[in-house]
């Protein structure tokens, strides 16, 4: 299987990159040590100067809503992952769904990136981080039936045969998300502009170390980006 960025993302997105992790998981309903993280988090991002007042000063989050604007989707409805977490948590309502996704999540909000995970086993021949299609459609997780109908200018993770991520990071589908069967799974790190806070190898460091924490292997990881923008994963 491959990563890869369209090139006519970087048209747009000079400075877009992917961090990607490959790793071994073993996916459990909580974990003390994430339960821990999870409780931890809204003092860690005090200490780093982010509130619930101040988020939206801060360029690693704003930049995200310039990034929505220009796929055609008003950026106060359709929240980029990382600003949406932010909000969750400064509003006290912290997720619950599985060690692993409430791990990487923790650690999404305290790099200040963007971060998701697919099951290996469900994703079909190449991952390409590229432009809607006209006609396509993407099937949300957690959303019942739902369809959204994806618009040409709508930036959107897909393989073969699916829309696995839309809006860059906004949501994922139900068709590769994590889940008790999972064995192994690819976390993404996105980027789609000039980072201050952390890189996004600081980003898959991070992720790799707390992973690791809770039972996980890392097997493989790297960066994709305007001069490499493809990368074989598996």
Request: glycine content about 8%; hydrophobic content about 35%.
């Amino acid at each position: 299987m491959k990563l890869e960025i369209e090139k006519r993302i970087f048209e747009v997105f000079p400075d877009a990159k992917i961090g990607w992790l490959l790793a071994e998981v073993k996916i459990e309903p909580s974990n003390e040590y994430v339960e821990s993280m999870k409780k931890g988090l809204i003092g860690r991002l005090k200490d780093i100067g982010i509130s619930q007042d101040t988020m939206m000063l801060h360029p690693d989050v704003a930049g995200w809503r310039e990034v929505y604007s220009k796929m055609g989707v008003k950026p106060s409805k359709y929240r980029s992952s990382l600003e949406a977490l932010l909000r969750r948590t400064f509003k006290g309502d912290i997720w619950s769904v599985s060690n692993v996704v409430d791990c990487y999540d923790c650690v999404s909000a305290v790099n200040l990136l963007p971060m998701g995970a697919h099951d290996t086993a469900k994703l079909k021949g190449d991952l390409v981080l590229r432009y809607g299609r006209e006609g396509e459609k993407f099937y949300p997780l957690g959303a019942g039936d739902s369809v959204v109908d994806v618009s040409p200018k709508n930036i959107l993770y897909a393989d073969d045969e699916k829309v696995c991520c839309w809006l860059w990071n906004h949501r994922d589908t139900r068709d590769a998300s994590l889940s008790e069967s999972t064995k192994k799974a690819l976390f993404l790190v996105d980027q789609a502009f000039d980072t201050e806070w952390k890189t996004v190898q600081e980003g898959l460091e991070s992720l790799s170390s707390e992973l690791e924490k809770i039972g996980c292997k890392t097997i493989n990881s790297g960066i994709i980006n305007a001069g490499s923008p493809s990368s074989e994963i598996f």
